[in-house]
Every structure is written in structure tokens, then in C-alpha cells.
């Protein structure tokens, strides 16, 4: 079963304006939430985490994203798109049920594009 | 090094050849992670190594694939008999190992740039 979905393939957005990458997730309680964003022919960057406490994480390059637990979200977002934002977009999740305690499960990817 | 390497960056091979792929991961970083991610698709988990032995293997797709980490450090990824499936960038991650009250590891992961497989 899929553990978390990204279910916009594209995002478009004009430079200044706010962008929203969204992510839902199917696994059980509370999990462990990441952001990672991969830029052409480079490895996966974190950007920010929901571990526990505060629902509304603040990350690297301005963005942050909300955990909604009613939800099963944890949208990113940021208040002022930057050209150099545009990227592939990758939400994950690591499980904590006991068999899979290290594994972390990725979304397919949303390909943010910010134009001028 | 400041980073995970990985090498080589890009391997072409015939099908039915031998690969070693290798990850050098973050030094004092107890956990590594292999993933593999095709065209289009988001990393897809492999194996997962905390100290020098595989916590969990269960993403390996089939007995053709093997990785060590002897020494708790470096670790490659071996794949047997290569197929045209096998072609995709293979992502080695470190991370370092942090729980709340012995649950899951809370530590981000830090990815190397990939190997780009190739089966021709």
C-alpha cells in the first residue's frame, strides 16, 4: 500500500506569488515527516522534518510545511516563490511500526516550476 | 569528506555482467540506506545498514542484489547477472541514528549525487 502520495505531478507558479506542494500520507498514529528537494543531475537535499511538538515546521530556502493530523497532511509551502525554487519536490515518511523502523518510503515527486 | 560519495557516478555494463557500486558515507554516521530511483519515479528503498549489519534487506527485489558494510563504514551494493530492469540511479544516504524513547530513527537522511546504471 502506498505510504504517502504526492498528488500533483506539476506545480506552476509565477515568481513572488505562494506555492503549495501538497502531500497526504496512509500510514497509522503519528509518523515521521520529511521534505527532501532534488535539483537536475544532484542527490536529494533535506529541507525540513516533523518529528513531534510544533505542527507548523520551518525548513531551509524559506519553506516550511504543516502536519495536519485530521488530514494525514504535510503540505509545503512557501509565503514567496524564487525562480531558483524550481525543482523536483519529494515528500517521504518513515513508519513506526516495528518492522520497518528505519525505512523511509517516498512520494513520486512533484516537478515545481517557478516562472519570472 | 564534508558529504556521501558515491562512485563511480555513471557505470555502463552489458546484461549478464557484474556491478559494485560503493558508498562513502558521513563519517560517525551509523546508519546507511540504499535506494534506487528510475525515471519519473520517487527513491525506491533497497536496504538499510545500522553499524555494519542490514537491519532490514526486505526492498532488495531479488537474490541477484547483495550489499556489505563490513567495517560499520563504506558499504557496496553488488548486483549479479544484470538485467535492462536493473538500469536507474542507485542512491546511497547516511544518516545519524537519533530515537525518541527507542522508537524509529528521527535523524534526516543525507543522499549522495548516485550512480547512474546503465544495461545495455
Known amino acids: 500500500a502506498q505510504s504517502v502520495a504526492q498528488p500533483e505531478d506539476q506545480v506552476n507558479v509565477a515568481e513572488g506569488n505562494p506555492l503549495t506542494v501538497k502531500c497526504t500520507y496512509s500510514?497509522?498514529?503519528?509518523?515521521?515527516l520529511f521534505w527532501y528537494v532534488q535539483y537536475p543531475n544532484r542527490g536529494l537535499q533535506f529541507l525540513l522534518k516533523y518529528i513531534t511538538g510544533d505542527n507548523l515546521v520551518k525548513g531551509s530556502y524559506g519553506f516550511e510545511a504543516e502536519f495536519n493530523k485530521s488530514q494525514t497532511s504535510f503540505h509545503l509551502k512557501k509565503p514567496s516563490a524564487l525562480v531558483s525554487d524550481s525543482a523536483l519536490y519529494f515528500c517521504?515518511?518513515?513508519?513506526?511500526?516495528?518492522?520497518?523502523?528505519?525505512?523511509?518510503?517516498f512520494g513520486r515527486g512533484t516537478q515545481l516550476t517557478v516562472w519570472p | 569528506g564534508a558529504g556521501v560519495s558515491q562512485t563511480p557516478s555513471n557505470k555502463v555494463t552489458e546484461k549478464g555482467k557484474y556491478v559494485e557500486l560503493r558508498c562513502d558515507p558521513i563519517s560517525g554516521h551509523t546508519a546507511l540506506y540504499w535506494y534506487r530511483q528510475s525515471l519519473g519515479q520517487g527513491p525506491e528503498f533497497l536496504i538499510y545498514?545500522?553499524?555494519?549489519?542490514?537491519?532490514?534487506d526486505s526492498g532488495l527485489p531479488n537474490d541477484r542484489f547483495f550489499a556489505v558494510r563490513p567495517e560499520g563504514s563504506v558499504s557496496t551494493l553488488k548486483i549479479q547477472r544484470t538485467e535492462r530492469g536493473d538500469s536507474a540511479v542507485y542512491l546511497c544516504?547516511?544518516?545519524?541514528?537519533?530515537?525518541?524513547?527507542?522508537?524509529?530513527?528521527?535523524?534526516?537522511?543525507?543522499f549522495g549525487e548516485g550512480s547512474r546504471l546503465t544495461v545495455l
Open positions: 544516504a547516511s544518516s545519524l541514528t537519533r530515537r525518541l524513547a527507542g522508537g524509529p530513527n528521527t535523524g534526516e537522511l543525507f
Open positions: 500510514v497509522s498514529g503519528n509518523p515521521y
Open positions: 545498514f545500522q553499524g555494519t549489519g542490514a537491519a532490514d
Open positions: 517521504a515518511v518513515r513508519d513506526k511500526r516495528g518492522s520497518t523502523l528505519g525505512r523511509l518510503y
